[in-house]
C-alpha cells in the first residue's frame, strides 16, 4: 500500500474515483500504524456504479466464456503469486496472524481459478417434451447487476468467492466491503483492473453500510443481493429484497456446537477445539463457540484445553510466534469484553479473556473459556464473535445433541468422538449446514458448497458448483420440432 496521504480511490466505470471524503484503515495490532486513507462514498457514487454495471451488462453477458475464464484466471494466478505481499496487507488491516492471513490470500486465488474453470462449464439440459414434436431445452442465464456486500473478518476470501462465481457467469458486479477492512478489497479491484476487465462490469464502492451498502440494495437497478455479515443486517437487506421481489442470498451468524463425547481421542478433541474456538481471534462465523462436554471426559477435557489455551500466544498479528492477533477494533473488542462480564455471572467460573495491555497500542484480548454454562443463558445464545467459548456438560449423546440444535442458528457443527455410531448419528440428526467429524468446526474446502439453515443462512449456498444457482437464472424453452 501506498505511505502517503493519497487517496485509495473507489473503481467505477473503469475508473479510480475519490469519494465524498475518506476513511481512516487502522491497524488493530498498533493503532499507530495507518495502512491507508480509502474513499467514503455517498448516493453518488452508488448512482455512478449502479448506472455503468447496468450499461456494461448486455455485451459482458454475451462475451462468452473464454474472456470471463482468461480474467479470473489472471487474477488467481497473481493473488498466489503475491500471496506473502497481499497476506501482510490482510494481517495489517484485520489482525489475523501472518500464515493465516497468507492462507487467507492463497484461498482467494484458488476461489478465483477455480470459477475461471467454472466459467466454461455452465451446462443446459435437454429433455423431450411431454407433447411430441416439441423440443425442450433448459438455459442458464446470468442474473444481471449483482450487489456485493462483505465483512470485515474474511476480507480477501469472502469478496472473493462472491466476485469470481458472479463474474464467471456473466453479471456486473458492484462490492461494497466492510469499512474496516476495504484494503484487500482494493487490490481484488486492481488486480480485475489491470488484467483487463471491461469499464463497469466489476465496481467498487467503498464506504458506510448504511449509507452504500443500505443505497445498493434498495437500488431500482440492481437485480440481486449476496451478503455476507450480521443476522441483524442480513434481516433487514432480506426485508427490503422482499419487498422488491429481489433475488437475495444472506450468510450470516454462528453459535456452532462442539461436542466431545467420552470415547473422544483427547488430544484430537482439545486440538479441534483450540482451533475452532480462538485461532483467527474467535472471528470466525464458523468458530465453535459452544462446547458441549460429556461428563465422563470433562474434567480431562476442561484441564487440557484451559492448560493449552492459556499458553496461546497473543500479540502483534505479524510478528513470527504469535498465535491469536488482536480483535479487529475497540467497538468489537468492548462488546466482547462485556459478555466476560456476562460470564462471570452466568458461568460456573471464567478462566482468561480479560483485555491484555501489550506494549504497542492495539486491542488485544486473552482467550477466555466460561465453564458450567447452561445453554439457556445469554452467553451460549448469542454470537460474541471472538476468542470466547463456553463448556456446556452433558450426560449422554442424546442431551449433546439435543442442546447441538437448541439455537436459532445452523452453519457448522462438530462432534468429537471414536464411535461410528455417534459419528454417524451425529452426522444425520444435527441441524447444521456443515457437519465436523474430529475435526474444528471451522476450515472449509473451496470446491464444495458453504452455508448453513435456520437463522444462518437464506437462499442458495456459496462456492462450489452450486454457486450456480445464485448467479444464474433458469429459462426453459420450447420449440417445435
Ligand atoms: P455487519 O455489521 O452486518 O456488516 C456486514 C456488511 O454489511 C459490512 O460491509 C457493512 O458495512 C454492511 N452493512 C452494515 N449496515 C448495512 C445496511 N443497513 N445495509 C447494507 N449493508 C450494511 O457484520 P460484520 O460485523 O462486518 O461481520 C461479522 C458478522 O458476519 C458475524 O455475525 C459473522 O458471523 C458474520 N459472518 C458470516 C459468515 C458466513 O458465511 N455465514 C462469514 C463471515 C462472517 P460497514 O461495516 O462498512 O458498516
Not at 220 to 230: E, L, R, Y
Not at 241 to 267: F, S, Y
Amino acid at each position: 500500500m501506498k505511505d502517503t496521504n493519497d487517496i485509495y480511490g473507489n473503481l467505477i466505470g473503469g475508473e479510480w474515483l475519490q469519494g465524498n471524503g475518506s476513511s481512516i484503515n487502522v491497524n488493530p495490532s498498533d493503532t499507530r500504524d495507518i495502512v491507508g486513507l480509502f474513499a467514503c462514498s455517498g448516493l453518488d457514487e452508488v448512482e455512478q456504479a449502479v448506472s455503468g454495471a447496468r450499461a456494461a451488462f448486455p455485451a459482458w453477458a454475451a462475451a462468452g466464456p473464454q474472456m470471463r475464464y482468461d480474467l479470473l484466471d489472471a487474477v488467481g494466478t497473481e493473488l498466489l503469486a503475491r500471496k506473502e505481499e497481499f497476506g501482510r496487507l490482510l494481517a495489517r488491516e484485520e489482525g489475523k496472524t501472518l500464515p493465516e492471513a497468507i492462507g487467507e490470500t492463497v484461498r482467494a486465488g484458488q476461489v478465483f481459478k477455480f470459477f475461471a474453470g467454472e466459467a466454461l462449464r455452465v451446462t443446459g439440459d435437454t429433455q423431450q417434451s411431454v407433447r411430441p414434436g416439441i423440443d425442450v431445452d433448459v438455459t442458464r442465464e446470468p442474473v444481471g447487476v449483482i450487489a456485493l456486500i462483505t465483512p470485515w473478518n474474511f476480507p480477501i476470501a469472502i469478496p472473493a468467492w462472491k466476485i469470481a462465481p458472479a463474474l464467471a457467469y456473466g453479471n456486473c458486479v458492484v462490492l461494497k466491503p466492510a469499512e474496516l477492512t476495504p484494503g484487500c478489497a482494493h487490490v481484488i479491484a486492481q488486480l480485475l483492473h489491470k488484467h483487463g476487465c471491461p469499464p463497469g462490469v466489476f465496481n467498487l464502492v467503498m464506504g458506510q453500510g448504511s449509507v452504500v451498502g443500505d443505497a445498493l440494495v434498495s437500488h431500482p437497478d440492481v437485480d440481486a443481493v449476496s451478503f455476507t455479515g450480521s443476522a441483524a443486517t442480513g434481516s433487514r437487506i432480506a426485508a427490503t429484497c422482499g419487498t422488491l421481489r429481489r433475488k437475495v442470498q444472506l450468510e450470516m451468524g454462528g453459535k456452532n456446537p462442539m461436542v466431545i463425547m467420552n470415547d473422544a481421542d483427547l488430544p484430537t478433541a482439545v486440538q479441534a477445539c483450540l482451533s475452532g474456538s480462538f485461532f483467527s481471534t474467535g472471528q470466525r462465523c464458523t468458530a465453535s463457540s459452544r462446547l458441549i462436554v460429556q461428563s465422563g471426559i470433562h474434567d480431562a477435557f476442561v484441564e487440557a484445553i484451559s492448560r493449552e489455551m492459556r499458553a496461546l500466544r497473543v500479540g502483534d498479528a505479524m510478528q513470527a510466534d504469535t498465535q491469536i492477533g488482536p480483535v479487529v477494533d475497540q467497538r468489537q473488542l468492548d462488546s466482547n469484553l462485556r459478555y466476560v462480564e456476562l460470564a462471570r455471572a452466568e458461568a460456573s467460573e471464567v478462566i482468561g479473556g480479560e483485555q491484555l495491555h501489550l506494549d504497542q497500542p492495539g486491542f488485544y484480548q486473552a482467550p477466555g473459556l466460561f465453564l458450567g454454562t447452561s445453554n439457556n443463558a445469554r452467553i451460549n445464545r448469542e454470537e460474541i464473535f471472538g476468542p470466547c467459548a463456553t463448556v456446556i456438560r452433558v450426560d449422554d449423546f442424546d442431551e449433546a445433541l439435543a442442546i447441538a440444535n437448541d439455537t436459532e442458528f445452523g452453519l457448522s457443527a462438530g462432534i468429537c468422538s471414536t464411535s461410528l455410531k455417534h459419528a454417524s448419528e451425529f452426522r444425520r440428526k444435527v441441524e447444521a449446514g456443515m457437519v465436523m467429524v474430529n475435526l474444528p468446526t471451522a476450515g472449509v474446502d473451496y470446491h464444495v458448497p458453504f452455508g448453513g439453515r435456520k437463522g444462518s443462512s437464506f437462499g442458495p449456498r456459496e462456492q462450489g458448483r452450486y454457486a450456480v444457482e445464485f448467479y444464474t437464472v433458469t429459462k426453459t424453452t420450447y420449440q417445435l420440432a
